[in-house]
């Protein structure tokens, strides 16, 4: 059974960091790309970043870029993302998920649950 757990989230004062984190089971996670997406109460959900399968190539979209960073644990099967400098319109809950192709909620083949964070003085 394909299953994805991110866990992480919570609330964190502007600047501060949040490390998210997205277990996998049922599947080795090193074949596929994941990305990480967020969807902010009214909005869009949005990709912000995604990681290929075997080179681990990265791509972070504008909003995030210099602040985030995406990474994978394949002993863990596991793919983290490390938060910095967040900012109020950080606030969202984030999904992590496998992607058919670009990242792109119409590519994603399977979804976590989510997980929240807050950034809040």
């Known amino acids: 059974q394909v299953q994805l757990v991110e866990s992480g989230g919570g609330l964190v004062q502007p600047g501060g960091s949040l490390t998210l984190s997205c277990a996998a089971s049922?599947?080795?996670?090193?074949?596929?790309?994941i990305g990480w997406f967020r969807q902010a109460p009214g909005k869009e959900r949005e990709g912000i970043s995604s990681i290929s399968s075997s080179l681990g190539s990265t791509y972070y979209a504008d909003s995030v870029k210099g602040r985030f960073t995406i990474s994978r644990d394949n002993a863990k099967n596991t793919v983290y993302l490390q938060m910095n400098s967040l900012k109020p319109e950080d606030t969202a809950v984030y999904y992590c998920a496998v992607l058919e192709g670009v990242l792109h909620p119409s590519q994603v083949n399977y979804w976590g649950k989510g997980t929240l964070v807050t950034v809040s003085s």
């Open positions: 049922g599947f080795t996670l090193d074949y596929y790309a």
